[in-house]
């Protein structure tokens, strides 16, 4: 099949490529020049593990093709999917839809024959209707079909979840025509077992935010029982697992930890709640969930500010700054709040990450290691979860004394029984050396 994506972003290019990897011939098309040329040169503009081995791979095949050139895109192809960013609008809580119009106009002026366009951008119920209507009244004897198809893809895992999904949503309102292509384009997926979930267009655009919505809740759940755990002296771990392994309940997505962050959560919680007010209906579950996760991120500073104490040496280094371990995304990253109420409280900052310095962090001491880190802090905050922190090399520090705060719960308090540590962690009982 010859397909093309508009839009190379995270969605955009980490879909293309691997259908081009399952043998479609492939174009994504982005208006960034300066992107496609490093794409045509096989360098990725994000940091996703096992991406660029892909992008070469099915460049040399000349199955992939990066281009600016969207009219020759959509002519040349039979499905055209829509993937261009929806961030959050000037409110403050909407979905920016612009990017979405522009790329239904282009598609509307180059149709040539018949097209199936699929939105996988994550986009408010309803939007589909309108990318139809655009289309129609811009192009009247178009034929072409607008489903619904969005993303599930975690940052860092999005190969792996591209492969191995749970589950493909398809929304069509007319699957007369499109239900065979769609089994045919996501078959190789769908032989390894995940379900295929036909519904309407409407309702597939509103399980995308329901299911991110949801999560989010289940989080943020699990952090408010931490901080009860912590006041109780349980163990938020064994409560996670006590309480997923009932079917009902589920495993994941119970890790408790500094609050979600990301490119997604966040905006699409706002989005629903935006979406919930149009059709007059008060989303008051996400209302708290995104008040409760705000809260988090200020308490955790609150936290440090408690655990440094009356000390003098307020020397702080934090292990990871992006919201999670395996990406370089800053976006709605939680150390972003965290940082500014330390600063004033006269705290000294420094951070390591393993995908290098940040635009965002330009005020604050980048420091080459984790041994950097633990070499110049007071007290040492493990953010994120990366491999690499869960073997951290302690014994530098010699005969000093440290602090170490787990964001993550990558350690068990224990280990930290016969050393000079003093180790705080989420939810479970404080290892705290008495002086
Ligand atoms: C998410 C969804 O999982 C994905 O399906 C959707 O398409 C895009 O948004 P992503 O934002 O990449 O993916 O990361 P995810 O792994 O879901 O984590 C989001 C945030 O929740 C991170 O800050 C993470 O640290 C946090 N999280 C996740 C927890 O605190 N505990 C958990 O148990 C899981």
Excluded at 20 to 29: A, P, T, Y
Excluded at 295 to 300: A, I, N, T
Excluded at 338 to 346: N, S, T
Aim: overall charge positive; charged content about 30%; aromatic content about 10%.
């Amino acid at each position: 099949m010859n397909i093309c994506f508009i839009g190379t972003g995270y969605v955009g290019l980490v879909s293309g490529v691997l259908f081009s990897d399952f043998g479609h011939k492939v174009i994504c098309v982005d208006n960034d020049r300066i992107k496609i040329d490093k794409l045509n040169k096989g360098i990725i503009p994000i940091f996703e593990p096992g991406l660029d081995e892909l992008v070469n791979r099915n460049l040399n095949s000349k199955r992939l093709v990066f281009t600016t050139d969207i009219k020759y895109a959509i002519k040349s192809s039979d499905i055209v999917f829509i993937a261009v960013g929806t961030p959050t609008a000037k409110d403050g809580i909407s979905a920016d839809l612009k990017n979405v119009y522009s790329a239904s106009n282009i598609i509307a002026n180059n149709i040539n024959k018949y097209k199936l366009i699929i939105i996988k951008s994550t986009v408010p119920v309803c939007t589909g209707d309108d990318v139809e209507n655009i289309i129609k009244k811009k192009n009247s004897s178009s034929k072409f079909t607008v489903v619904s198809n969005p993303e599930f893809l975690r940052e860092g895992e999005a190969i792996r979840d591209f492969r191995y999904p749970d589950r493909v949503v398809i929304g069509c309102n007319n699957l007369k025509k499109t239900r065979s292509i769609l089994e045919k384009l996501y078959e190789p997926i769908i032989k390894k077992g995940a379900k295929f979930i036909v519904t309407t267009r409407r309702s597939s655009e509103l399980i995308k935010y329901a299911s991110n919505a949801f999560l989010a809740t289940k989080i943020t759940f699990i952090n408010e029982i931490a901080n009860l755990c912590e006041k109780v002296g349980s163990n938020v771990e064994d409560i996670a697992i006590g309480i997923g392994t009932d079917e009902r309940i589920g495993p994941r997505f119970l890790r408790a930890g500094p609050a979600y962050g990301g490119s997604c959560f966040p905006k699409d919680t706002k989005a629903l709640i935006k979406i919930g007010k149009k059709f007059n209906i008060d989303m008051s579950v996400v209302k708290t969930v995104i008040k409760s996760n705000e809260k988090r991120k200020l308490l955790l500073a609150d936290k440090i500010i408690k655990i440094l104490g009356k000390s003098k040496n307020k020397n702080v280094g934090f292990l990871g700054v992006t919201f999670k371990a395996n990406t370089d995304d800053m976006r709605d990253s939680q150390c972003l709040k965290i940082f500014p109420k330390l600063l004033k409280k006269g705290i000294n900052i420094a951070y390591y990450d393993p995908t290098g310095k940040k635009k965002e962090l330009e005020n604050f001491i980048f420091r080459k290691s984790s041994d950097e880190i633990i070499k110049n802090s007071d007290l040492v905050i493990i953010h994120t979860e990366w491999d690499e922190f869960r073997s951290l090399n302690f014994n530098i520090i010699k005969n000093r004394k440290l602090k170490i705060f787990d964001l993550r719960n990558l350690y068990q308090p224990n280990t930290f029984a016969n050393k000079n540590i003093n180790y705080y962690s989420i939810g479970r009982k404080y290892y705290e050396k008495k002086a």
